[in-house]
């Protein structure tokens, strides 16, 4: 069975940083590409950051990029997200999410999700 569990998140004060970790398991996620998205309650779900099964190509909303940075562990089946200067904005639930068919802003690309870890940004 294919799971992504996703970690860290928590609540913290504007300005702060987290890191999310998201793991999969199940099945071998190296040649897949991997994305983190977010959704507040009652609102679409926003695409955040991507980056390549190789890790040569990344992708950042523009609302995150210079703050937020993503990364794949050594063993390729971890995804890392991590979150600088962070703004009561970026509160959200945070989703892991993994595709066999391309990096993408678009949500219908990825086949696989993790059940989501709630960030919370205090002013």
């Known amino acids: 069975q294919v799971q992504l569990a996703e970690s860290g998140g928590g609540l913290v004060q504007a300005g702060a940083f987290l890191k999310l970790s998201c793991a999969a398991s199940g099945r071998t996620f190296s040649q897949y590409d991997m994305a983190w998205f977010r959704q507040v309650a009652g609102k679409e779900r926003d695409f955040v950051a991507a980056?390549?099964?190789?890790?040569?190509?990344?992708d950042y909303a523009d609302s995150v990029k210079g703050r937020f940075t993503i990364s794949r562990g050594n063993a390729k089946n971890t995804v890392f997200l991590q979150m600088n200067s962070l703004r009561p904005e970026d509160t959200a639930v945070y989703y892991c999410?993994?595709?066999?068919?391309?990096?993408?802003?678009?949500?219908?690309?990825?086949?696989?999700w993790g059940q989501g870890t709630q960030v919370t940004v205090s002013s």
């Open positions: 980056i390549s099964w190789t890790g040569g190509f990344l």
């Open positions: 999410a993994a595709s066999g068919g391309g990096v993408s802003r678009n949500i219908r690309q990825y086949e696989y």
